[in-house]
């Protein structure tokens, strides 16, 4: 098994931010944040006030000084902020330019579709690989990326760094899996099993993702949307 001698090479001498205990609620608009300040770069904005920024986001600007401040704020009185500077920061927050490492466990349509996504390589994070038992798929490549079987996971982890597993096989093989890749020290998975992994949240991060529970949802508000132009329809 040949794998690139470029994969091997890991980033040394890295600082980190301080990432103190935060709400989770306010790790979760992080993200936000990244989004829409890659926007404002790409429209050419060098900065912007609490005020703007918070209304484009729609939030307000006691909540987003109160977000900011929890990290050590970023902001300055009378000019705002500073755009690249944040983003840079929020970057560093999310660990956007650490070189994180991730593989693919489930080379199904799902597993494919991730691969050939940019999201990845936007977020700076670099897939080295595929994994899945199909005979048919063990060798080929997506995205320019290889499919290998899964019984070579073992000696893949062991020769290259790998920091996040992205799940996408059958729910049935979910606990099993996840157990198994915590055991070659992955420490973060995201899981599109559609089951909840149970797991020892000091050794490894989990992202539980119900794309069915996100489709439910907008269900309720469409239907919601529908029963009230009913009632003015009938008021009418």
Same mark, same amino acid.
């Given at each position: 098994?040949? &794998?690139?001698?470029? /994969?091997?090479?890991?980033?040394? +001498? =890295? $600082?980190?931010?301080?990432?103190?205990?935060?709400?989770?609620? *306010?790790?979760?608009?992080?993200?936000?944040?990244?989004?829409?300040?890659? $926007?404002?770069?790409?429209?050419?904005?060098?900065? %912007?006030?609490?005020?703007?920024?918070? =209304?484009?986001?729609?939030?307000?600007?006691?909540?987003?000084?109160? @977000?900011?401040?929890?990290?050590?704020?970023? +902001?300055?009185?009378?000019?705002?902020?500073? !755009?690249?500077?944040?983003?840079?920061?929020?970057?560093?927050?999310?660990? !956007?330019?650490? +070189?994180?490492?991730? %593989?693919?466990?489930?080379?199904? @349509?799902?597993?494919?579709?991730?691969?050939?996504?940019?999201?990845?390589?936007?977020?700076?994070?670099?897939?080295?690989?595929?994994? @899945? *038992?199909?005979?048919?798929? %063990?060798?080929?490549?997506? +995205?320019?990326?290889?499919?290998?079987? *899964? @019984? $070579?996971?073992?000696?893949?982890?062991?020769?290259?760094?790998?920091?996040?597993? !992205? #799940?996408?096989?059958?729910?049935?093989?979910?606990? /099993?899996?996840?157990?198994?890749?915590?055991?070659?020290? %992955?420490?973060?998975?995201?899981?599109?099993?559609?089951?909840?992994? /149970?797991?020892?949240?000091?050794?490894?991060?989990? =992202?539980? !993702?119900?794309?069915?529970?996100?489709?439910?949802? #907008?269900? &309720?508000?469409?239907?919601?949307?529908?029963?009230?132009?009913?009632?003015?329809? =009938?008021?009418?």
């Amino acid at each position: 098994m040949n &794998y690139s001698d470029s /994969e091997k090479q890991i980033n040394e +001498g =890295e $600082e980190h931010c301080s990432r103190p205990t935060v709400s989770p609620a *306010v790790i979760r608009r992080l993200p936000r944040y990244f989004r829409y300040l890659r $926007e404002l770069i790409r429209q050419g904005r060098t900065r %912007i006030s609490s005020g703007e920024f918070s =209304e484009m986001m729609h939030m307000t600007a006691s909540q987003m000084r109160q @977000d900011l401040n929890c990290f050590g704020g970023f +902001g300055q009185q009378g000019y705002g902020y500073n !755009v690249n500077y944040l983003y840079e920061k929020v970057c560093e927050l999310l660990g !956007v330019q650490n +070189g994180l490492r991730a %593989i693919i466990v489930g080379a199904g @349509d799902l597993g494919r579709a991730l691969v050939r996504s940019s999201m990845f390589e936007k977020r700076g994070v670099q897939i080295l690989a595929m994994f @899945d *038992v199909n005979p048919d798929l %063990i060798g080929r490549e997506f +995205g320019g990326v290889q499919i290998y079987h *899964v @019984d $070579e996971l073992e000696s893949f982890c062991r020769e290259l760094p790998v920091d996040l597993a !992205v #799940l996408t096989l059958p729910k049935e093989f979910a606990e /099993e899996s996840a157990k198994r890749l915590t055991g070659l020290g %992955i420490a973060g998975l995201w899981n599109f099993t559609g089951k909840d992994i /149970e797991h020892d949240p000091l050794r490894v991060a989990v =992202e539980n !993702v119900h794309l069915g529970d996100s489709l439910m949802f #907008l269900n &309720y508000r469409v239907c919601q949307l529908k029963d009230a132009q009913k009632a003015q329809n =009938e008021e009418a």
